[in-house]
């Protein structure tokens, strides 16, 4: 074995390997100081005798400054950038057979032989694609459960790489994304006890890897919170507008506002009057309790219309027989009420 080893700031000295953990970064020094001259190692040992953790290991296996095999081998993915090996000194590897499954990119990365024939357009379609929906199907949690929970996370910390997770908008890298700890094509089901919340970078290196629990605990706690609160979101799946053909709420520009729920237009009160089991007054401050509700909480809903035609149902009954109508007549632009 070559006796030298070097590091290339071209890796060393990036933002990416800059901002890991300090202990992850001196992990990954002492394993380029123990790996073979094809770069690989079992990295237990080297961890067991400078106190590194497991944590430090995944933050370099999510980062992609290692590359990970079955049975514990990782081999350091920048190797050949780092190090030039005389060739009377140099000693290949043990693991042929990790070896044989790298191929070396035109930047002398290694990378698993598997990715680049995906990029390279090599039509393939993953097998988790065509099952997703499958599998989606046969799950206990409802349709609208990935947005609802990956929402609860937004501000809160990637489990595996500590970056704030935000929603689509802020940051594509840091998006929250649902994390199949048995991924689905291994076997795994997309049931509460499998999921963990964790950005959208970390997600795209694990690929299908299986991880920990992660932050499973938290998707558990947050998944109760939201299903005993006591207000129900709209959902837009096509599940729920199939239930709900006759109350079906169109969105337009009134109901799209908070202040819908301030102010409701009189024949709007006049229809829900029509059909719940209640007096307006009822209505009304049911309304101005969930406008109270979405101020306080910073709560945005696409349709508060239906939040309000959702919450009444909980509250009362509807009408056996529709009372007698009301006139509506527009007077001016406005629906006015004739008594
Ligand atoms: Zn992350």
């Not at 094809?38 to 040992?45: A, E, M, N, V, Y």
């Not at 190090?83 to 057979?97: A, G, V």
């Amino acid at each position: 074995m070559a006796q030298r080893r070097m590091f290339s700031p071209q890796i060393v000295s990036s933002e990416e390997f800059l901002t890991m953990p300090v202990s992850s970064r001196e992990l990954y020094f002492q394993l380029g100081m123990n790996a073979d001259d094809d770069g690989f190692i079992q990295p237990k040992l080297t961890m067991k005798l400078t106190g590194a953790t497991d944590d430090d290991l995944k933050v370099l296996l999510v980062k992609r400054f290692l590359l990970s095999f079955d049975g514990g081998v990782v081999v350091i993915k920048h190797w050949l950038i780092h190090n030039l090996i005389q060739k009377d000194r140099y000693r290949e590897t043990r693991f042929i057979e990790q070896k044989n499954m790298l191929l070396i990119k035109d930047n002398r990365s290694y990378t698993e032989k598997g990715t680049l024939e995906l990029k390279s357009g090599v039509k393939k379609v993953p097998f988790w694609r065509e099952n997703r929906k499958k599998i989606m199907g046969e799950s206990s949690l409802p349709y609208s459960f990935s947005y609802k929970i990956r929402n609860a996370f937004w501000g809160k910390l990637c489990p595996l790489c500590n970056v704030e997770m935000r929603d689509q908008e802020m940051s594509k890298k840091c998006i929250a994304t649902i994390q199949h700890i048995i991924p689905l094509t291994k076997g795994g089901k997309h049931e509460l006890d499998n999921i963990a919340v964790i950005c959208h970078n970390c997600n795209l290196s694990l690929r299908d890897k299986p991880t920990e629990k992660l932050n499973n605990a938290d998707v558990v706690r947050e998944w109760t919170t939201i299903v005993n609160e006591p207000l129900t979101e709209v959902r837009l799946g096509k599940d729920r507008l199939r239930e709900d053909r006759i109350g079906k709420v169109r969105l337009d520009k009134e109901n799209t506002s908070l202040n819908f729920l301030k102010e409701i237009p009189p024949n709007i009160l006049e229809e829900l009057h029509n059909r719940f089991d209640c007096d307006k007054k009822a209505i009304t401050s049911k309304a101005e309790s969930l406008y109270l509700y979405c101020q306080s909480k910073g709560r945005i809903y696409k349709n508060y219309h239906a939040l309000l035609l959702n919450a009444l149902k909980k509250d009362f009954p509807e009408r056996k027989e529709p009372i007698k109508s009301k006139k509506v007549v527009m007077v001016d632009g406005k629906p006015t009420i004739y008594e």
